[in-house]
């Protein structure tokens, strides 16, 4: 029995490099050597980025950029306050109309629709829009909303941003629900509660952290889109309407024009609202992280 053990234990281990072949040994030393190099290379690009943005952002930080609307051509000053908030307000509407619609859909794939046809289809399409691009998203609400309207709105602005917004909360709440265990589900309609209020009362809670963390992931997606905006919101230097008719101004258009404007404060504001969204991204990003790491620890 002893020596089956140790046979059993001999197999199991690692082989040592000295009995594996040559051209093996140096295929893997090969591939680890370039893994490290384009990681290396990966994370220099993105420091040197990071380190770009601090610099430049810092220097055109100042109270003004938050307390003043946006200069106009060839005057000095102002700030990107405005446009602060009309990203706030556009991020917001479309993160609203959204997180229902995503959850939803979300909750059909893992709970009812499973492997029918009618789930296969929209996961296909959920893919789809998961890769499409959002300047195509833009065009298709600029067409939908903005010529019968007669004119930019905050409202297709945000309608625009909710499109993008919607596969990625489909696809973290199905991978959420999917993985509370099925006893959970079980135990519950044991006890004869309806499939409907097993999917809130339990599903929906063991699955709470992961669906939170799929839609600020969504909104960190869509705080910095550009391209849909032109063709929904587009801009303006003013504050926008309360209505939210016409241009309502935003920080991703807003740097995209002051950052290819000739003035020097245009650029400065420019770098200040680059800088001030990727840290709001960030922030996102790690209290994302932060939920999911409490969540696995209890």
């Known amino acids: 029995m002893d020596t089956v053990v140790d046979n059993q234990a001999l197999a199991a281990a690692p082989a040592p490099w000295g009995r594996v072949r040559r051209s093996r040994y140096l295929a893997d030393r090969v591939l680890k050597i370039a893994c490290t190099l384009f990681t290396l290379l990966g994370a220099f690009v993105l420091g040197w980025i990071l380190l770009m943005l601090l610099y430049e952002g810092i220097g055109g930080l100042s109270p003004a950029v938050f307390t003043e609307t946006t ?15 009309g990203s706030l307000v556009l991020t917001t509407l479309g993160i609203v109309v959204a ?11 893992a709970e009812y629709g499973k492997g029918s046809v009618l789930a296969t289809v929209i996961r296909f ?5 998961l890769a499409a691009p959002s300047i195509l998203i833009g065009l298709f609400v600029y067409i939908l909303m903005v010529q019968p309207m007669g004119g930019y709105s905050g409202w297709a602005g945000g309608v625009a941003l909710a499109i993008i917004a919607v596969p990625v909360i489909v696809r973290s709440t ?20 309806p499939m409907s209020k097993v999917i809130v009362m339990i599903s929906w809670k063991a699955a709470r952290a992961g669906m939170v963390t799929g839609v600020i992931l969504a909104t960190a997606r869509i705080a910095g889109e550009t391209a849909p905006l032109l063709f929904t919101a587009l801009n303006n230097n ?27 404060n245009w650029r400065e504001l420019a770098w200040a609202g680059a800088l001030i969204i990727t840290m709001s ?11 999911l790491r409490k969540d696995r620890i209890r």
């Not at 265990?181 to 135990?187: D, I, W």
């Open 125 to 129: 399409v959920n893919d789809i829009l």
């Open 174 to 193: 199905e991978d959420m629900l999917r993985l509370v265990p099925g006893s959970l589900r079980e135990a519950g309609a044991a006890l004869g509660a």
């Open 238 to 264: 003013f504050w926008f309407s309360p209505t939210l008719m016409g241009g309502v101004s935003n920080l991703p258009v807003t740097i995209y024009q002051f950052a290819l404007a000739p003035y020097e």
């Open 99 to 109: 997180t229902p619609i995503g959850v939803l859909a979300g909750t059909y794939l």
């Open 71 to 85: 200069p106009g051509p060839g005057t000095q000053g102002g700030g990107i306050a405005n446009a602060i908030v």
């Open 281 to 291: 991204i960030l922030a996102l990003s790690v209290v994302a992280r932060l939920i």
